[in-house]
């Protein structure tokens, strides 16, 4: 059973281009949750996704990010017109039940760096 | 705000000493704390988790202390190995909340 896959692992950008992260979820589990990573500093979470629906963005920048789960393939975690205080480790975890109770299965990361 | 402070931020002891990571949460409606390890390039791994209506958890060479009136919990890693060298975070969320509010984490260095 194949656990959290994220893709890119690595991904540079340009100051004003658009970075696309994925994740694909462990087999089963419905409810997508990413967090960011600065150097030094713990995750802080962005946004909750079950399948077609936000269900918590509290942690999203008002501007320039946005999530989406679709009915078919990866959650995307999607940033425009990067700038350099971008730069951090993505991470996406996934857990079979809405609970927090649930472990969240977090994946390896995407690790954007803004030019 | 940072809703789970934890300490030390950095630690180094000798193979098979007993390091102790301490959190403390302000927000009595968490009722969940797990704790993960991450090895550098790596994404966080669940440990050990614990919740208020026990007072301590062992996993192995891994424990949870909880004292609910302190809002406190530590983790402690007995007979330490140089391969625990990571990071550790504690979290805490709360049953009608899905986010984990995370520390900002404890470099760990066990010296052979």
């Known amino acids: 059973n194949a656990g959290v896959m994220q893709n890119p692992r690595h991904l540079v950008r340009r100051r004003g281009q658009e970075a696309r992260l994925r994740c694909s979820p462990m087999k089963g589990h419905s409810h997508v949750y990413w967090y960011r990573q600065l150097p030094e500093e713990g995750l802080k979470f962005m946004v909750y996704?079950?399948?077609?629906?936000?269900?918590?963005e509290s942690g999203m920048p008002k501007e320039r990010f946005s999530a989406e789960f679709p009915k078919e393939g990866p959650s995307i975690l999607r940033i425009q017109q990067v700038v350099r205080g971008d730069s951090a480790a993505y991470f996406c975890?996934?857990?079979?039940?809405?609970?927090?109770?649930?472990?969240?299965?977090f994946g390896p990361g995407t690790r954007l760096t803004v030019l | 705000q940072q809703q789970v402070k934890q300490s030390p931020q950095s630690l180094i002891v000798q193979k098979g000493g007993i390091p102790i990571i301490n959190c403390a949460y302000e927000n009595t409606a968490f009722d969940y704390f797990p704790w993960y390890q991450q090895f550098p390039g790596k994404g966080p791994a669940l440990l050990i988790a614990?919740?208020?209506?026990?007072s301590e958890k062992k996993e192995g060479r891994f424990t949870i202390s909880f004292n609910k009136s302190a809002k406190q919990f530590s983790l402690h890693i007995m007979d330490s190995q140089p391969g625990d060298s990571a990071t550790y975070f504690c979290a805490a969320s709360m049953w009608i909340g899905n986010q984990f509010y995370f520390g900002t984490g404890t470099s760990l260095t066990v010296i052979p």
């Open positions: 996704l079950q399948k077609e629906n936000i269900i918590d």
């Open positions: 975890a996934s857990s079979p039940g809405p609970s927090g109770y649930n472990e969240q299965f």
């Open positions: 614990i919740r208020p209506d026990v």
